[in-house]
């Protein structure tokens, strides 16, 4: 599943973030999802959901999604505390 990776990738991502800003929080994900990202939505979300918890730092994070045009998926703010 292509979602599950990308999720992975986003979290390991978010706790190397939070950790070069000694944030031990993560409290909201905000990412832009291209309409043509081949990515499906539900997927990722789902994916995102269950691997948070894996780690102490992201367990509570929200994750906005803004539907854009395009092609690509850009993390575009991440409230960290």
Partial sequence: MHELSLA?????QLTTLADSHGATTVL?????VGRQ???VVDSFCFGFD???K???TTKDASLELTDTEGTELI???VEME
């Fill in 8 to 12: 992975q990738g986003l979290l390991d």
């Fill in 28 to 32: 909201i994900v905000r990412l832009d």
């Fill in 37 to 39: 990202a081949g990515i």
């Fill in 50 to 52: 269950a691997l948070k």
């Fill in 54 to 56: 894996n780690y102490a």
């Fill in 75 to 77: 993390l575009s703010q």
